[in-house]
């Protein structure tokens, strides 16, 4: 049987089935509380009980605690049989520093240089500064060294976390040069040196060492290259389940467990059980909840790699452009694609990027539907400083600049900007409840982008059917660093469109119950407060983003006009507006919105 899936609640296993004891052993390996859980199986046999060429059993607890999913592996002690149709143990090193495993590492690597999907486009980049492995000769073990000649180097995606970091400085910068010993680094850093050294590369990239972390200049430049320095990395090590720099990536792991089960005819099936979270509940895809996918600044990281291998508490998987592979090999060579939203619309881009007409997209892969996709998956991450929303997106962006898409503002392309603007908080944090949104809340930040919301956000999804209804004409914002890609001045933007003026909206949305407001920040309407009373209407308009033709609805952006100027301030959206009744109402003209 192949892709078998079964769903079962624990207290109702049979007393007297081999496999309903296997689970209930099983079960003492998660939660042991057979009361709080259910049960998953997936099942992913080929060939006969006996002859079994790709098999993955995996058992999936699904609890009500922190963990609410936690997976079993079984594997059989012997060979598969009729009794005993289980894959045979891959016997996973326990020690993640082992020959066997580095070995392995190494296999992986020589396998994907034959791929010619996994070679650098980045030509002859070098990073402007490497950590050099050296022999000790000179009483240090490490040194940052700027090689003029291109090298293989590896390159480390990690959380900081909170513990203290010795970056470099410019003070300590020409000793750096000289050299220094690893062992002041903080774990994951002198585990990432280990096996750089291990896999025969003498050289690494580590941001907290290779950019002066107290040079403005220099960091801003550096962040607008993150794509370059993780695309030309010769593999990206990732310490995939660290929440801190200080926590390592090479620990022991957990030793398998011996149970066995009869049969009605007493056969003995032996099995060896091994907890395992490194892929979903349904062996699809690879689990993403561990601490290095909620944080920012490795969503670029990841993507920009030509290869990765994520350490995780019970194995090593390895990811590249062709293919994936893990040490459990529970679901083989073969490779998936990127299950995430936001990595999908990167990969079609990035191909569009290479491609001899980059301008080239049809009508099911619109430019702006992608690039949201991609904002919106970033947005739900984590960063520890709210300034480096830009700068922790600035190599994706600058791989998609290669597209042409027109001026880059603030986290929004030009390009279909109509649908990047159609973006809606996901979270209303309650200190942020306010009577009537304010104009004056971060006024350095531009009300029209996503970053104008330090939480997460949501876009409504981009059709075939949906038509722009306004136009980007220009600019004033300058950027604000030496990266083009990263925050920018105090300014605007000025679009071509279609608007209706507030007043009619108010006395329209009394009439539509199905017309959705968004607004930028929770409105409390008490009960002396009427809608008339909340927003001063005669200053608001409606301007339109897309008419979803399918459904003959308008989106539109809710502005209102700042006390001083021509110019106007976003502070929501609405919604399902009937196209016959905005167009009806709406003016043609030029608009401003800082």
Known sequence: MRGLFCYVVLPYLSETCVLCNIIRQCLNLVTGDLRKSAFACRFDWTGTAA?????????????????PHQHVHLYSKGKPSSHNPFFSSLDIPRNPRSNELLGKLKAWLLNCDTHSECVSMEGDFVPARLICITDEADGYDTRVSSPTDQVRYAALSYCWGSSEQPTTTKANLPARYTGFQSSILPKTLQEAIFVTKS???KYIWIDSICIVQDDENEWSVQASKMASIYAAAYVVLAATSAKDSSDGFLHLREMPSRISSHDRWGHVVELEAMRNDSHDCYLNSDSTDFPLFKRGWCLQERLMARRVIHFLPHEALFVCSKERQCECDIIGK???????SGARAFKILSSLAESEDPNKLDQSKRFGGLWTDIVQEYSS????NPKDVLPA???????????????YIEGLWARDI????AWSPNRYPSERQCAVPSLKDEPHRPTFSWTHWQYGIDFKDQRKYDESLCTFLSTDMEPATKNPYGPGL??????HGKTVSGLDLNQYIGTSPSTHIKLDQDVAFGLEISQEEAFPWERMVLLGLYHDTAFDRVCALLLQRCEEGPEYARIGLVEELPAPWFFEYAVDGPVTII
């Open 418 to 421: 109509a649908y990047q603007l």
């Open 334 to 340: 073969k490779f998936t694609e990127r299950t995430t």
């Open 393 to 407: 997106l600035s190599g994706i962006a600058s791989s998609v600049a290669k597209l042409n898409p027109g001026p």
């Open 199 to 201: 896999l025969g590369l």
């Open 490 to 495: 105090a300014g605007s933007i000025r679009l």
């Open 51 to 67: 002859n079994i060429s790709s098999p993955a059993v995996q058992l999936c607890f699904r609890g009500h605690d922190e963990r």
């Open 381 to 384: 991450m984590t960063l520890t």
